[in-house]
């Protein structure tokens, strides 16, 4: 059973657009976590949303957790090549206990 | 954050043999876990290493097949025991005092 969805699987974008990447759940996470992995590499932590409604920047990215703490979002302002990754979205249901990971989100940024 | 070092980071194996990788975190840390991403898919919890005491594991994964080490608090190992082709695959080790990071992985490969 797959607590997160994320969508969209794939997204193949032109340099300088805009995208959002979208975390569901019918699960109430106490955390949730945003992650980029390139290939050959680890995941690399972006952000943690604690707050139901909170909202997060990171340069060009955006992040948002749902009032009811059970989605998320990830919006990216004109992408660039560098944007290139999969991007994970990561919940934790109780406090220090592992995280459940979506299937992810392969973003291919264009120049 | 926390730095955390696996090795090997490759490895190509026959079939029937047992590889362990190791994971080294460069300080103490509450939890640490171990993960699988195989090509091109998100990651799956194997089990959580506990600090003392015998992992536990998610549905789908043995102890038989996955013996953990964990003997304190920056160090464990995750064994793949008769590894078959099936088994190839990225293992990641994490740690958490909070948020949850990521070692760069080990990329096994059983022919």
């Known amino acids: 059973t797959q607590l997160l969805e994320q969508s969209p699987q794939f997204l193949s974008i032109q340099e300088g657009e805009n995208l959002t990447v979208y975390c569901n759940s019918s699960s109430v996470f106490s955390s949730l976590q945003w992650y980029r992995q390139e290939p050959g590499e680890g995941p690399v932590l972006l952000v943690t949303?604690?707050?139901?409604?909170e909202v997060k920047k990171l340069k060009r990215l955006t992040f948002q957790f749902g009032d009811a703490r059970k989605d998320s979002s990830l919006h990216i302002t004109a992408a660039q090549p560098g944007d290139t990754g999969l991007y994970l979205c990561a919940g934790s249901l109780r406090s220090g206990y592992a995280l459940n990971f979506g299937k992810g989100t392969s973003l291919l940024v264009t120049p | 954050s926390a730095v955390i070092s696996q090795k090997p980071s490759r490895d190509i194996c026959q079939r029937g043999t047992s590889l362990t990788i190791q994971c080294q975190v460069d300080s103490q840390v509450t939890m640490m876990f171990w993960y699988r991403q195989q090509p091109g898919q998100s990651l799956t919890l194997i089990a959580t290493a506990n600090q003392g005491s015998e992992a536990t594991y998610e549905s789908g994964f043995v102890i038989d097949k996955f013996p953990i080490s964990r003997p304190n608090l920056t160090f464990s190992t995750l064994t793949v025991s008769n590894m078959s082709p099936e088994d190839s695959s990225i293992y990641l080790c994490s740690a958490s005092s909070g948020e949850l990071f990521f070692g760069e992985g080990s990329r096994l490969t059983v022919l």
């Open positions: 949303v604690v707050t139901g409604g």
